[in-house]
Each structure stands twice: as structure tokens, then as C-alpha cells.
């Protein structure tokens, strides 16, 4: 049997069509004990049908399966088919049928049927007079209008209510993302700013301190008489040495998980790989160079955003991150051969998504002294560009 999900249905519609059957039954026991005609057939009946419409709700396959649905309503219409030859009366519970009929059957199989119950039931009607006419069919057949209505208008609500609902979820699952992103981005960038603080005041001070502290070194190694104050100045600047080294392991403990374990030629490699669709590749031009961690981090970013873009946006097919190594300077071009777009008609502000938009990286590369430039136009992919000067290693 296969599984299905019907329709939930309200428990006061399931009581008044529970009470509809019941009283329409009832009816026709008590006319036909009253007229004499069919008493004991119509009660028996009228019985039997009581009994096997009250086992439906009880047996798992009618819930479960529209096979065990459909053979459960057989049995019943069998059972109501023989009691509406016995007695006009029993032409009113086809009304209560039509409703189980489009409920626990497929909807094409249920207006089928729904029809073929409609005419058993104007035929059965008839079979009772002693002429046919038109207004024996009315009844039957506006009530079968009547229930397919509103049984396609409650599957309309209840189908609109769960895309609601869906979407409910769906948009509260984004918003939980989103804050945990928002929260993960926070503590990233927190962390970029204590490296940035460190790097440019910490490790740039040591190093100042290191640089005196040897040429006072070397000036009183030519005093001789003053060993003993060499000697501290010695110990002073194996301090500062010592301590550089710190800052500067704290600073790279402090850059992003992408360049704690590898240089950042290895991170873009690692990007790029994992980057699909478009098809990414990446080249290193130059001797590589060991780069602050602040810039490290920059270009890093820079190509994560750059890439993110041309992943949502661009519909591209291919692109190609390239990270240039030269005397004085470093440059990270990304060029892709996507749907491109026109760089003047872009908004001021950073994009809608969190700030991957050309303001936050131009931002990012101006806090480092660096430039970012864009080059695309409407179908002619997109080529974007930063370069860094390098001054003295610090």
C-alpha cells in the first residue's frame, strides 16, 4: 500500500458528517417502519450500512492507502446500493458519500466516481416512482456541484496554508542563518581588526625597539669600559626580539582558519578547488613573499567576495584567479567570462547580502593602502584587480 497524507479536516466537519449519516439513517429505518414496506430489509440494512461506515475510521489501511480507501468505500456503496432499492429515502446519503469520495480518493478518481454515485443515485430514486423527471436529477446533481466546490475550495485553503507555513519555516531557517553568519562574520572581523591593531602597533614598535637597541649595540661595543651596560642593552634587545616573535604568532593565530595552516598561495588554491560551478583556476606569478598577515588577509577576503559574486551573479563558465608576486608590489586579479554587467549603474552601498558588494572590498583594500579596479561591461565577463605596494618587511 502506498503512503499518503490526506487533507486534515477539521473534527467539527468530521462530527456533522458523522451526525448527517447517523440522522439520514435513522430516517430511513424509521419511515420504513412506519410505512411497512421493506421494515425489516431497510433496518437490516441501514444497520449494516451503519456498521461498516463506523469501521472506516478505524481501520489504519483506509487512512494510509487509496487502495484500502477505495475498498473500504466499495463495500459501503455496495452496502448503500442495496438499501436505496429498498427505500427511496436512502438517496440522501449520497451527499454524505460525494464528501468521503473526493476526501480519501485521488481527485480524478474521486469526480469520477462522485458522477457515477450521482447517476446511481437518480436511477435508484426513479426505480421508486412510477415516472422520471427532470427534478428527481436537480437535487443529486447540485449537490454534487455543491460538494466538489467546497471540497476543492478547502483543499485550495489547506494547500495555501502549508506553502504559508513552508515559507514560515523556510524564512525563519534563513533568519537563523543569517544571525549565525552575521555572528560568525562579526567575530571574523574582530579578529582581522585585533590582528591589524597588533600588527600595526605592537609588532611595528618591537621592531623599532630592536632596530635602536642594536645600534646602541654596536656603539658601545666600542667602549670597552662600559661592558657591563652593553650586556643589558644585549639582554634588552633579545627581549624585544622574543617578544616580536609573539606579537607576530599572535597575529597569525588570529587570521582566518583558511591561512592558519597554509600560506595564502595554498588558500586561493583550496578556494578555487572548492569553487563549482564556474570551473576555477588559479595561478601564483612570482617569487612569493611573505606578507603581513593583515594583507594576507585582505586579498583573501577580496577573493572570496570577488568569487562569491561571479558564483551568484555572473552565470559564468569559467574563471581564473591570479595572484602576482614583484619586488614591490602584490596583485590578485580575478577574471571571469560571465554575463558581466555595467559598473557605473551599480548602487553606492554595499551589497544586500552582508557587504560582498565593490564598496566593501575597495573599503577593505583602501584600509591597507591598497586600490581595487573593476573593468566589465553587458555580456563581456568581468575582470577585477588589486594591488598592494609593499614597503619595508615589518
Known sequence: MSERTLTPVPWLLRACLHLLVVALLLLAAVRALLSGEHAVGVVVTSALVALVYAAGPLLAPVRRSAAGAGLWLGVLLLCWLVLLTLTPDAIWLAFAWYFLLLHLLPWQVGLTLVAVTTAVAIGGFAWHQPTFTAAMAIGPVIGAAVVIATVWG???????????????????????????????????????????????????????????????????????????????????????????????????????????????????????????????????????????????????????????????????SRATITLTFLSSEVRLDLVDDGVGFDPAALPPGPGPEGGFGLTSMRSRAAELGGTLTVESAPGQGTALSVHFTLGEES
Do not use: M, W
Request: glycine share 4%; no cysteine; charged share 25%.
Open 154 to 316: 478547502f483543499s485550495q485553503l489547506n494547500a495555501e496554508s502549508e506553502r504559508r507555513r513552508a515559507l514560515i519555516a523556510e524564512l525563519r531557517a534563513t533568519r537563523a542563518e543569517l544571525a549565525t553568519a552575521e555572528r560568525e562574520q562579526g567575530v571574523l572581523a574582530e579578529r582581522e581588526r585585533l590582528a591589524r591593531e597588533i600588527h600595526d602597533t605592537l609588532t611595528q614598535g618591537f621592531s623599532s625597539v630592536n632596530l635602536l637597541l642594536t645600534a646602541a649595540e654596536h656603539q658601545l661595543a666600542e667602549r670597552p669600559d662600559l661592558a657591563e651596560t652593553a650586556g643589558h642593552v644585549q639582554r634588552a634587545r633579545q627581549v624585544a626580539v622574543d617578544n616580536l616573535g609573539e606579537a607576530r604568532s599572535l597575529v597569525r593565530a588570529l587570521a582566518p582558519p583558511n591561512l592558519r595552516s597554509t600560506s595564502l598561495v595554498g588558500a586561493l588554491e583550496r578556494l578555487s578547488a572548492q569553487t563549482s560551478p564556474p570551473e576555477v583556476s588559479f595561478h601564483a606569478e612570482g617569487e612569493p613573499l611573505a606578507l603581513p598577515t593583515a594583507l594576507e588577509v585582505a586579498l583573501l577576503r577580496i577573493a572570496q567576495s570577488a568569487l562569491a559574486n561571479t558564483v551568484r551573479h555572473a552565470r559564468a
